[in-house]
Structure formats: structure tokens, C-alpha cells
């Protein structure tokens, strides 16, 4: 690791504002910032590790010429990735980077399903791949590993992980807000092993109305702040389709069944879906 | 045939009063359930037939004559399935294009194919080899008994004047424990929520559900060798087998049928007319602003774009490009807008695909993704962004 950089890693669950934060500080002085930093090999790592494939000490020596490469010859002050697939990977990373900071983006759990569902219908859980994994999981022998292509490497629960019984039976909507459940409680049970001035997390809806709070994040970062952050952050971006999908009545009841406690514990209880503006 | 003076086709039981009337018919449509055995069935005014092509999304709909070509692909695989090799004669129960005649002519050109099709425009296979081509409708052809080993079926039953007629006129053409693949569409699929195109046109005289169907072919004389379901919502595809002996008509029992029917056509009225007004919600509230921001493609340029167009208000300056792998080459353009092959979207290279399509919607995001298009929308999910999202407008904008 290079002497003075510090790694921040911003996590979420995607469809949450992590590509928002790197679009947004990319450029910033004395920042290098990416977004999905080889997603590609990071994704397998991470879900071979949630699923149990991988311990902890091969994912450290996976990650080391990856990241760990990256942060070694980096030359600014602070070295950042913002990817949801970091967040099944936060206890490895921390012990990995004593001086890590993590932040967590969450986003109202509707909104990302809505978004995930509808807008990467072929690229997140698509019954094919998610198919093919499940298959490989049980015939490791006789069968080839997936390729490391993003879509192939959705985290499928054992069955005693969370609602893993229940998972092979779930359409893809309601692998979607399983998703977003279980990534939020990863972030959470990590974050709270970690000591409070290496974790932050904060609900997108509020950086966006909060610009006090955007100060404190961009402070938490280790980078100055910009009034046109706040600025910046009051137009969607990453937009893939400018179309707010909201979820059905339907989807809404499946995605209470599984997320509703996950979002009760975040903060969105009683709080109406909102609508965006493009 | 008058809608006063219209009776049952399968039970003879007079049709006195129609259910439901559909929009912009040319031939003054009534829609009846017969009271005694369900059995749905268009009565028609008086008309002048003609062969205008339209891709309306209401009655008027015809003379595009795709649907056939459509249907072949989704029950080929139903027909490789069968052992044909034997079959020396085969009956082409309304041929229209020839999609079905050139598959058997590849596969199996031993076999002679009696090809019947009204329409000669679309008739370029009269003299191939193997090809005895009949003009006109089947009721009026003068087939030779018991001479046929296979009938193919598809999307014909429902224009007859007369199912059970048309059906007993195959039995007696097909030799003993010969094979029909029949294929319809289902009048269940009107039940559901996101229908915006009519169901009830001009040119079909018969609505069948599953249970109908079924007994009307086994009347006729069949055995359901093998009934599809589940697949396809919107069609009934079934292989029946000829008996030996023609039974006598009978056993159209009242069960729930009738009223099951007609329910199913009251709400169906209920649900086409409140969706055609959720189109102008839909044009207004998502898809002109989504042109604005970005090029959009539209796949299917029939009715349910006619749809759009007609009752929701879209316009040529809300999509950048219109393709359809059918109905290009048929038809050059539809309200003003060129229909094209779906390959231009390569050099278009809309950033979203918006897909127009009822069964074969799955197939064609599919097609779209493979194709290098990120970003693809079903029409389905986007009309129920109108009509059953679980929050009313709210709070916050992000």
C-alpha cells in the first residue's frame, strides 16, 4: 500500500448511488476514485465467498493483487471503489487495510428492486444464469465453474443462511429484494465490527436533501468538500432508462415479505414510495 | 348470416341476444354465449368483403395475413415432434403463406400437400412440386375421402361459417387414425389485465375456449392425443387423432360454462375500455418524456402500436425507429411511420428497445439483448406502471 493513501471503499446494494458518488468525485483533488474496479474477478471473489466456496484468508490472497495491487502504487492521498460487490467482502477488506474507511450508500429497498427488475432485466439474477450457478453449486465435480461474467455471479444462499430454503423458489423479483435485504444486513453485522471512524452509512434520499450531511460524508471520505456536490446530486444520474418504475402491487407485497423487516431497520418504515423526476 | 336470426353452431340452441359489441367493426359484430353449452360465436350485418390491410387494434384488424407464419413457428415444434415419414397425403387447412407447406416440402417431400387458401394474393407455391393448390375456403372444397394422413389446422377454425361442419369435412377427408394438429386462438387470454387490442374481429366467427374446443373436436369425430396448455396463454393447441366411428353430436352439457363466458367478456369490455385510456397516461407520462431523453426503438408495429397511436396519443416524434420481423416487407408503414427489419437497429443503435408483443414478447427482448441492446422494456410492464403501481404519487423527488 502506498505509504500515505488511505482506501475508502463505498459499498451499497446497487441502484443505490454508488456510481452517483464516484461519477460525482471523480476528479476531486487528491482522490482516485473507480467505480466496479474489476468487477468482473471481484464479483466471483465475493460471491464464492458469501456462498462459502472461498474462506477468508484465499479471499485476502485473491484480493491482494487486485486492490490490494492497486492501493500499493497509488499515489494520491485517498484510493476509493465505490461496488456493491465490496459489501460481501467488508471483513476481509478491513483486515486487509487497517486503515480502510467504509462507506455504506442505502437506498430505499423498493426503488433499487424496482430499478434492478425492471432496467437489467438480462444482467442481474436472470433465471438462465441464476440456473446455471445453482446447477454448478451442486455438481462442482463433473461440471465448469461459470465464467467470471457478471451475471453468473449473484449470490446464492445455502440453506442456512438468510431465507436460503425459501430462495430456490423465488421468482426473479423477489431474488431482487432478497438482494437488497441481505446486502443491507451484511453491511450492517460488518459495520458494527468495525470501529465507528472507519464506518459510515448514510440513505441516499437524505444525501440528497441534506447537504450537511453531505459534508460530513465528503469529510468522512478525507477529501474537501464542493458546494457543486450538492448540486450535483439533485438530477438522477446513472440513469439507465428515464422511467420510474415502481413496483405493482403485487411485486410491493412480495417485497414486503421478504424486505420489510430489513427496511423497518433502515429507516423506511411508514414512508410512502417516492417518485423520481428525470 | 344476421345476428337475429343466429343459432349455436355446436348445439343448434338459438342466439338471442349479443354480449358485447366491439368497436369499429366493418361487419356490425355481436358477440354471443350460447346459454346451453358456452359455446362463443360472432354474428355478423351484411357486408361488402373486401381485403383492405389494416393493423388496427380494433375490429377492422385483417388482411395482413402474418399470423399463420407467426403460429408456425411457435407449434413447429409440436409438428418435428410427429413421425411423418409415413404419410404420403397432407391437408393445408387454410395455407395462406406456405410457411407450414415449405417446412413439409423441406422434410418430407415424398409426401403430396393439398394446400386450400382463399387469398391468392398471397399464394406463390401453386406450382411446386407436390403442391395441389385448391382455391377457396375449405367448406367449399371438394376433398377426396379418406385420403389424408396429416391436417394441419392453424388459426383457420375460428374464420369457418361453420366449426362443426368445417371439422366433419375433415374427418371424412383424413383416413382412419390419421393425426390433426389444430391450433386457435384462446378467448381466456381476454381475461387478461393489459389487453388493449380487440379480441372480437371481423374476421373470426368463433371464440373458443378449452373446454369448447374440446368437446366440438371430440363431437366431430377425435380423440385429443395431445392437449398444450400453460405455455400460451393466448392460443389452444391441440393434436387430435381421427376415430373409426363418427359418433353421433351430442354431450354439450350447460356446466358453468355460459356464465363463466359471459362474465369473461363483461369484464373484458370493462378492462379494453379502461385500459385504452390509461394509453394517453402511459404516452404522456412515460414514453414521450423517455424519447426526449433518449432513442427508442419500438418492436411490433402492429396492434398494440395501433393501439398506442390511436387511443394514446403517440406520435412519430416519440420513437426513433419502428421494426417488426413480420410485418416489414408486408407492410411499408403504419400511420405515417416506416415499419423496419429489426436488423436496422444495428445501425440505429437505440439506446432502449420498447417491445409490442403479446406471445411472443419474452422471445423478442430476448432477440433484442442478443442483439446489443442494453436496455429493453415489455409493453406489459409499462401499461401496469399506469394502471397498478402500489403508491399514488408521492413525497419526495430524487
Known amino acids: 500500500m502506498g505509504t500515505h493513501t488511505k482506501p475508502v471503499f463505498i459499498v451499497g446494494s446497487g441502484r443505490s448511488g454508488t456510481r452517483t458518488m464516484f461519477r460525482m468525485l471523480t476528479g476531486a483533488e487528491g482522490l482516485e476514485i473507480h467505480h466496479e474496479y474489476l468487477c468482473n474477478a471481484i464479483q466471483r471473489i465475493a460471491a464464492r465467498y458469501y456462498m462459502g466456496l472461498t474462506s477468508e484468508d484465499e479471499a485476502k490472497r485473491l484480493i491482494a493483487p487486485l486492490h490490494g495491487a492497486a492501493i500499493h502504487y497509488a499515489s494520491d492521498a485517498v484510493w476509493a471503489d465505490s ?16 486503515t480502510a474507511k467504509f462507506l455504506a450508500i442505502v437506498r430505499d429497498g423498493r426503488k433499487v428492486t424496482s430499478s434492478f427488475y425492471y432496467k437489467l432485466r438480462e444482467e442481474m439474477y436472470d433465471d438462465d444464469s441464476v440456473e446455471i450457478l445453482r446447477t454448478w453449486l451442486r455438481d462442482q465435480v463433473s461440471l465448469p465453474e461459470p465464467p467470471p461474467e457478471k451475471r453468473y455471479w449473484w449470490n446464492i444462499p445455502r440453506s442456512d443462511q ?6 430456490p423458489n423465488f421468482d426473479r423479483l423477489r431474488r431482487v429484494a432478497w438482494h437488497w435485504a441481505e446486502n443491507c444486513r451484511e453491511i450492517t453485522e460488518r459495520f458494527a465490527e468495525l470501529p465507528d471512524d472507519r464506518v459510515k452509512l448514510v440513505r441516499l434520499e437524505e444525501l440528497t436533501r441534506d447537504e450537511e450531511l453531505l ?15 450538492s448540486d450535483y446530486l439533485q438530477t438522477p444520474r446513472n440513469v439507465f432508462v428515464p422511467i420510474d418504475f415502481q413496483l405493482t402491487r403485487a411485486q410491493e407485497a412480495a417485497f414486503q415479505e421478504i424486505a420489510g423487516p430489513m427496511m423497518t431497520r433502515m429507516g423506511y418504515v411508514g414512508e410512502k414510495a417516492y417518485h423520481v423526476s428525470y | 348470416m344476421s345476428p337475429t336470426s343466429l343459432s349455436c353452431d355446436a348445439c343448434a340452441t338459438p342466439l338471442t341476444s349479443a354480449f358485447y359489441s366491439p368497436l369499429h367493426s366493418r361487419r356490425g359484430v355481436a358477440v354471443f354465449v350460447c346459454s346451453q353449452c358456452g359455446l362463443t360465436q360472432s354474428g355478423f350485418q351484411p357486408y361488402a368483403r373486401d381485403r383492405r390491410q389494416t393493423l388496427s387494434a380494433d375490429a377492422d384488424w385483417g388482411n395482413v395475413r402474418h399470423g399463420k407464419g407467426l403460429r408456425f413457428e411457435a407449434v413447429c415444434g409440436l ?43 398471397i399464394v406463390d407455391y401453386r406450382h411446386s412440386p407436390g403442391v395441389n393448390y385448391r382455391k377457396g375456403k375449405l367448406e367449399d372444397s371438394d376433398l377426396p375421402q379418406e385420403k389424408f394422413g396429416f391436417v394441419y389446422n392453424c388459426q383457420t377454425l375460428e374464420h369457418s361459417n361453420s366449426a362443426v361442419a368445417m371439422l366433419q369435412t375433415i374427418w371424412r377427408a383424413m383416413r382412419p387414425g390419421a393425426l390433426m394438429l389444430l391450433d386457435v386462438p384462446n378467448i381466456s387470454s381476454i381475461g387478461h389485465s393489459d389487453i388493449v387490442e380487440e379480441f372480437f374481429i371481423d374476421k373470426h366467427v368463433f371464440h373458443f375456449d378449452p373446454s369448447s374446443l374440446r368437446r366440438l373436436v371430440e363431437a366431430a369425430g377425435f380423440e385429443i392425443v395431445s392437449p398444450r396448455g400453460g405455455e400460451d396463454p393466448f392460443n389452444i393447441t391441440l393434436l387430435a387423432r381421427k376415430i373409426e366411428m363418427m359418433p353421433e353430436p351430442s354431450g354439450y352439457g350447460q356446466g358453468t360454462l355460459p356464465l363463466d363466458n359471459a362474465a369473461l367478456i363483461r369484464a373484458y369490455a370493462d378492462t379494453l375500455h379502461r385500459n385504452r385510456e390509461r394509453l394517453a397516461r402511459l404516452v404522456e407520462t412515460k414514453l414521450r418524456p423517455l424519447a426526449k431523453r433518449q432513442r427508442v426503438a419500438y418492436w411490433g408495429a402492429g396492434r398494440i402500436f395501433d393501439a398506442l397511436v390511436k387511443y ?5 416524434s416519440d420513437l426513433h425507429l419502428l421494426v417488426d420481423k413480420y410485418l416489414a416487407g408486408l407492410m411499408p408503414e403504419t400511420h405515417g411511420i416506416p415499419i423496419q427489419r429489426p436488423e436496422t437497429l444495428r445501425l440505429h443503435e437505440p439506446q432502449v428497445v420498447i417491445v409490442l408483443a403479446r406471445s411472443g414478447e419474452s422471445a423478442i427482448a430476448s432477440r433484442a439483448y442478443a442483439m446489443g441492446i442494453r436496455h429493453v422494456l415489455k409493453f406489459s410492464e409499462l401499461l401496469e406502471q399506469v394502471t397498478d403501481i402500489a403508491v399514488t404519487p408521492a413525497a419526495i423527488d430524487l
Open chain 1, 215 to 229: 459534508k460530513r460524508t465528503i469529510d468522512f471520505i478525507g477529501i474537501d468538500y464542493d458546494p457543486v456536490y
Open chain 2, 312 to 316: 394514446g396519443g403517440l406520435t412519430s
Open chain 1, 162 to 167: 438468510f431465507l436460503g430454503s425459501a430462495f
Open chain 1, 83 to 98: 461496488s456493491n460487490k465490496l459489501s460481501w467482502l467488508i471483513r476481509p477488506l478491513g483486515e486487509m487495510f487497517p
Open chain 2, 79 to 121: 409438428v418435428e415432434g410427429l413421425d411423418l415419414s409415413r404419410v404420403t397425403d397432407i391437408l393445408d387447412v387454410g395455407s395462406n403463406r406456405g410457411d407450414f407447406l415449405r417446412w413439409v416440402q423441406q422434410r418430407h417431400p415424398h409426401a403430396a400437400i393439398w394446400a386450400v387458401e382463399p387469398d391468392e394474393r
